[in-house]
């Protein structure tokens, strides 16, 4: 068990408690205290949560990706001396620290998101060289978060457009029945590999603009899918392989 203090800048102050706590308790964490004040950045939320620390970079990743969420900050807490206004142990020093710094300062940027979004809906499904330049333009520090926020409001676009009015599926046929036509409207070649999809002609490798995984656009897209119809919660998607990486083809995962 870990005590975990995150500090969360949002735009927003209604619903976020209530949003953001039912993404702790999701990730097996419970809310040990919190508070909320404004400042020049936004309002702040600093809470306080104690869960296992092999759920913290879930907690982390939905944290990082929720819309309310402008940044935010992790810090750990030490248990023993909580009440007593201890000096938090640095992110940084922590063995899982280096995801935790980089969500620190890898914030989405929502309103050049919002920018955006107008251009893809009118040119639907021909997207890439706008996602791309808009991507070349996002500062290194926002791009991967803001790309991938980018992706999860368009994937909630196409599933309400495509999708809204079907059964309710669970996420094995979900990826089946959403994600397999939805990502072949942006991307002819994607294929169902299991319970995984392969997608050989991703436009975001080999560009230079990532090192490791690169797709994230994409990866945000599949989340949106899922994320939008409400009822699967919000399923984990990881990019597995990457052709940025010198795979064959990049190739999503899908866990809850
Ligand atoms: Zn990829």
């Known amino acids: 068990m870990a005590d ?4 969360v800048v949002s735009d927003r102050r209604e619903g976020l408690l209530l949003e953001l706590g039912r993404l702790i308790v999701a990730s097996g964490f419970t809310l040990q205290r919190q508070r909320m004040t404004r400042t020049d950045e936004g309002v702040v939320l600093t809470m306080v949560v104690r869960g296992p620390e092999t759920n913290l970079l879930t907690l982390e990743d939905r944290l990082g990706s929720h819309p309310l969420v402008q940044s935010f900050e992790a810090s750990a ?20 620290s280096e995801p935790r710094v980089e969500a620190a300062t890898a914030a989405p940027d929502p309103g050049r998101v919002e920018a955006l979004l107008g251009s893809l809906a009118r040119e639907y499904p021909d997207i890439f060289s706008r996602v791309l330049a808009f991507e070349h333009e996002i500062s290194p520090a926002h791009r991967e978060a803001t790309t ?25 046929d979900s990826v089946k029945h959403i994600a397999l036509p939805a990502m072949r ?8 590999d299991g319970d995984a999809l392969r997608i050989k002609s991703s436009p975001f490798t080999g560009i230079g603009l990532h090192r490791g995984p690169s797709c994230h656009f994409l990866r945000g897209c599949l989340e949106g899918l899922f994320n939008e119809p409400g009822h699967l919660g919000r399923p984990r998607v990881v990019e597995t392989f990457c052709r940025n990486t010198g795979a064959d083809a990049c190739i999503f995962t899908f866990g809850t």
């Open 4 to 7: 975990i203090e995150f500090r």
């Open 148 to 172: 991938r926020y980018a992706g999860t409001r368009l994937g909630a676009w196409i599933y309400k457009r495509d999708f809204a009015l079907g059964a309710r599926l669970n996420l094995a």
């Open 77 to 96: 807490v030490d248990a023993h001396h909580a009440g007593a206004a201890p000096a938090p142990e640095p992110a940084r020093a922590r063995a899982v």
């Open 185 to 192: 409207q942006l991307l002819r070649d994607t294929e169902l």
